[in-house]
Structure formats: C-alpha cells, structure tokens
C-alpha cells in the first residue's frame, strides 16, 4: 500500500538547521511531484515547497532563501533542508505525493523551533 514516512522533526534553537525527509513505497515515486506543507498550532495547512517530478522547484514566500527542497528517486526520497530556523517555523511538517491525479498524504514530522 502506499505509505510516504517522515522522519527528522525535533526540537532546535532559533537559527539552527534540521532536515526533514519523506520515504516513500507504494506508487511509481518519479512519476508524482512532491510537496511539503505545514501547520501550525491554530492555524491552517499551509504550502512550504514543492518539487516536479521533472525536478523544478517552488517555496513558499516565508521559507525562500531558507529551505531547499530535494528529491531522490534512487531513494525514493524527498529532503528539506531548513536552514535559519525561526519560531515561527514551529509546525507539523507533512510530505505529500501528487500526479495531478491522486494525492497522498504523511503522518507528518514536529518541528519546534525554541530557546
């Protein structure tokens, strides 16, 4: 069955990195653009990134400069790299699978963000 797995949350000081990834199994991972989101506490889901199954890439305004968005297909795999983390960066990160068709959700992975 079709599974996308977080893994890389954590807790982390203002201005510090962590890196998320996603495993996927299940479907043809090339084949499907991959995407971040988050929510935070009392807030809606919102985008973070996304990258094609062609490999361009798109952020969120809020995480541009930031965050960097890779995928893998050996590994079948999407990375976030995110640097210079804010508290506002606090969420529950999700990774999702589309082929425009389908979509496919994670779990999700806690990013906290404090001092």
């Known amino acids: 069955q079709v599974q996308l797995v977080e893994s890389g949350g954590g807790l982390v000081s203002p201005g510090g990195s962590l890196r998320l990834s996603c495993a996927a199994s299940g479907f043809t991972f090339s084949n499907y653009a991959m995407r971040w989101y988050r929510q935070a506490p009392g807030k809606e889901r919102e985008f973070v990134a996304r990258v094609t199954a062609g490999g361009s890439t798109t952020y969120a305004d809020s995480v541009k400069g930031r965050f960097t968005i890779t995928r893998d297909n050996a590994r079948k795999a999407v990375d976030l790299q995110m640097n210079s983390l804010k508290p506002d960066d606090t969420a529950l990160y999700y990774c999702?699978?589309?082929?425009?068709?389908?979509?496919?959700w994670g779990q999700g992975t806690h990013v906290t963000v404090s001092s």
């Open positions: 999702s699978a589309t082929n425009g068709l389908l979509v496919y």
